[in-house]
């Protein structure tokens, strides 16, 4: 399939405003958070845990939660702590980008115009999705603390240029679900502070 047709272009005009995050636009997309791969990265566990944080704050929002993994066979399936936190089975792939075509489908067919994005490794599948996805006229928004790669310096180079040449915005967990709640009578306030609460006091050990 050609990449005209595998990465709709759509009016430039309906291109949601990337300045800020409508749960009802959004989908959170997990790239590539694999048994095989995790353990490899710098910061790869706290990178699990932040994006566990994010999709069970996202799914007690109503924000549907996607997962691609990279040829599973080898690099094993999407790690169990996250499986339950997803809208539908991960999708298999062997691009490094998860822009493939049932994401992009998905993502058209729900309505979905911006895409919170976390994953693995940030310079190499990461990074290539989110300039896939501006490319296809979505918002994307990259939450920074539920990334992580190998070495650090390629997640800094990675992070300079989608946030100072690719028109993504950076965010990070918390940021994105409070932007989500953004009221403190917010049916879901309660639930989303506790998780926060718990996540913090999680890092403090």
């Known amino acids: 399939m050609d990449r005209e047709k595998r990465l709709p272009n759509l009016d430039s005009k309906l291109m949601p405003a990337v300045t800020r995050l409508n749960p009802a636009e959004c989908a959170v997309l997990l790239v590539d958070f694999q048994k095989k791969l995790v353990p490899t990265l710098d910061g790869g566990l706290n990178a699990v845990a932040r994006a ?3 999709a069970r704050g996202a799914r007690a929002l109503g924000v549907p ?3 691609t993994e990279q040829y599973p066979k080898g690099l094993g399936e999407t790690l169990e702590l996250l499986t339950p936190h ?6 298999e792939k062997t691009r490094f980008s998860a822009a493939i ?13 911006t895409v919170v994005l976390a994953g693995i490794e940030s310079h190499i599948c990461l990074a290539q999705t989110a300039l896939d996805l501006i490319e296809a006229d979505f918002a994307v928004a990259v939450v920074t603390d539920a990334c992580a790669a190998a070495d650090k310096d390629d997640q800094a180079n990675a992070f300079m240029r989608l946030f100072f040449q690719g028109k993504a915005i950076s965010v990070t967990v918390e940021a994105v679900l409070f932007e989500w709640l953004g009221d403190a009578t917010h049916s879901a306030f309660k639930e989303i502070s506790a998780l926060v609460k718990q996540s913090r006091e999680v890092k403090k050990i």
């Not at 997803?86 to 999708?91: C, E, G, H, I, V």
């Not at 075509?101 to 115009?113: M, Q």
């Open 86 to 91: 997803l809208s539908q089975p991960a999708w």
């Open 65 to 67: 939660v996607l997962a």
């Open 52 to 54: 566990n944080l994010l």
């Open 101 to 113: 075509d049932p994401v992009i489908e998905w993502l058209h067919r729900d309505a979905r115009r």
